[in-house]
């Protein structure tokens, strides 16, 4: 029982890849200047609308072509004919095995033209993309709340239905994933097993380690669309566009004056508190 739910999950991530790359194709084709997109899906529906006569006898899912079943079946016998001259590790796909020699060569041929971080895939590359466009195409059909990316949306979706299996004992906090609750766990354990290859500065998570690489690279990432000022991480850009918008999130609980950002309110309220010492003595 337990062999067979590695072939499941495996299918299930493919799925996922699939969905999310159908509903970049007008994203990819923004990037390349490829025209005709409609041209392109319509295609692909009449393809898919095709008479399906190769099924899977272990999942039964079917294929249009014989050849695509053939590399489909790999995933149940665990056969990976493909192997890396240079490390020996083996793949079920040749398409996976090119991928990952440009761990080895190095090559990044996927250039963000916004940020100028580069990719050794172009699925990463217009991932990555959804940061600068801010495009969250994956919909929760509960709530309507968007995400940029189909497996986040799975986890959300746990949410809903109650399946979150993994619970803290510390403080009570309720996870879908082994993996989610191994990070979490982190908070109370204070492990960072993350480390800065440049100043030896430590982090519990690997998005926090990215963030802080940006200090040494320059990178910055996030553009205001008001007046293109760039910043290395996303609440810098948020709190940056109260600028522009004149919000004023943050108000005082003793005279209710209102401030864009909260260091400016923690300020005021130490005048309050200084104030209030003078006038006790």
Known sequence: MKTDLVPLKEERQELNEMEEKDQCVELSNFVTGKKNIKTAKTSSRKRV????????????????????????????????????????????????????????????????????????????????????????????????????????????????????????????????????FKTHMRVHTGEKPYACSQCGKSFGYKQSLESHMRIHTGEKPYACQQCGKSFSRKGDLKLHTVVHTGEKPFTCDQCGKSFGRKVNLNQHVKMHFWKDLVLEF
């Not at 090559?107 to 699925?123: D, M, V, Y």
Request: aromatic residues 8%; positive net charge; charged residues 25%.
């Open 49 to 180: 609308q095709k008479t399906k006569s190769n099924t899977c006898p272990q999942c039964e899912r079917s294929f249009i072509h014989k050849q695509s079943l053939k590399a489909h079946m790999r995933i149940h016998t665990g056969e990976k004919p493909f192997t890396c001259p240079q490390c020996e590790k083996s793949f079920n796909h040749k398409g996976n095995l090119m991928n990952h020699m440009k761990i080895h060569t190095g090559e990044k041929p996927f250039a963000c033209q916004q940020c100028g971080k580069t990719f050794r895939q172009k699925w990463n590359f217009i991932k990555h993309m959804r940061i600068h466009t801010g495009e969250k195409p994956f919909t929760c059909d509960q709530c309507g709340k968007s995400f940029a990316h189909k497996d986040t949306l799975n986890s959300h979706m746990k949410n809903h239905s109650g399946e979150n299996s993994y619970v803290c004992q510390q403080c009570g906090k309720s996870l879908s994933y082994k993996i989610s």
